[in-house]
């Protein structure tokens, strides 16, 4: 059978058990051991996994306790949490499910009956991966949406609130768009769009910068741990490369080509800080590079 590229994190206290799994489920999915909660809870992160198989009677921390703190983390509390155990009262299966695991398993475990469990689950998790994808992508695009730009900013934004790190935000239009609509047509107009979006995706180059379509033919960018001079030059940067894109664009009153504006603001948010006014001063710059005659990036 070929091996699956879905990883399981497997924790149990009890060497001879991860022996006995990997011996079962080693040869078709990655598998990651963890000896203890604790163990678990520092490594989940970096392997990021599609299914836990989880102990519950561990020394220091229990297996309800580990699920507990899995589900006050909102980057891993949706991960599928399979509890394995030789506690056989339906009160503890109860308690387990109520958790929020999504299955309990009773030690001793019938192989099949455990192979097909983990295979079912692991087939909904991958359903799930991809329904996520499709509605967190702009259908015209490819590029982030409207709704994952709104996910992502919160992610942010506590983020930059947590560790008192600079946060910063590029809200950008295609000038005299509609005049490119009107005269070239629709489909033109989509290219165009299509071609901006790729372009200003492909002008970030650091992993946590993030493009989305904000709607129409307005974009956002969102740059974490950034200053306003670090912002400014970005934003720099993707005027510029929407400008060499030079797409034609004989009825803009700026130039013959596609051009953009871009609003920037940055900000060390703090708890009283509101994503709103943030989202707004942005957006109010951008109006005011409109005002000042396009293409070209404001900033208060
Ligand atoms: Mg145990």
């Given amino acids: 059978m070929e091996k699956s590229n879905q990883k399981i994190l497997m924790v149990d206290d009890n060497i001879a058990n991860i022996r006995i799994m990997k011996e079962i489920i080693g040869d078709q999915y990655e598998v990651f051991f ?17 299914l836990i198989l989880l102990d519950i009677m561990m020394p220091d921390m229990d297996g309800y306790e580990v699920l507990r703190r899995i589900k006050v983390d909102e980057r891993i509390a949706n991960l599928p949490v399979i509890f394995v155990t030789t506690l056989i009262d339906d009160k503890e299966e109860e308690k387990g499910l109520s958790l929020g695991a999504i299955d309990y398993i009773r030690k001793p475990f019938s192989i099949p009956i455990i192979k097909a469990r983990i295979k079912n689950h692991l087939e909904l998790k ?50 005299n768009f509609k005049l490119f609509n009107d005269k070239y047509g629709h489909l033109a107009g989509d290219d165009c769009l299509r071609d901006v979006a790729t372009k200003l995706s492909d002008s970030l180059n650091r992993s946590g910068d993030f493009v989305a379509r904000y709607g129409g033919e307005e974009f956002v960018c969102i740059l974490p741990n950034t200053e306003k001079k670090g912002a400014i030059k970005v934003a720099e940067r993707l005027r510029t490369a929407i400008e060499e894109l030079n797409i034609e664009h004989n009825f803009s009153s700026v130039a013959n080509h596609v051009t953009i504006s871009l609003g920037v603001n940055s900000v060390i948010p703090s708890l009283e800080s509101s994503i709103e006014n943030f989202i707004k001063e942005a957006d109010d710059n951008l109006y005011k590079a409109k005002k000042n005659g396009r293409n070209l990036v404001y900033y208060s």
């Fill in 126 to 175: 991958s359903h799930r991966d991809k329904l996520e994808k499709i509605s967190s992508l702009d259908g015209l695009t490819g590029i982030a949406n409207r709704r994952k730009f709104d996910l992502q900013m919160e992610a942010e934004w506590r983020t930059a609130v947590k560790y008192r790190h600079p946060i910063s935000l590029i809200m950008i239009d295609i000038d």
């Fill in 34 to 50: 963890a000896k203890s909660g604790k163990e678990c809870l520092s490594i989940i992160h970096s392997i990021k996994p599609d």
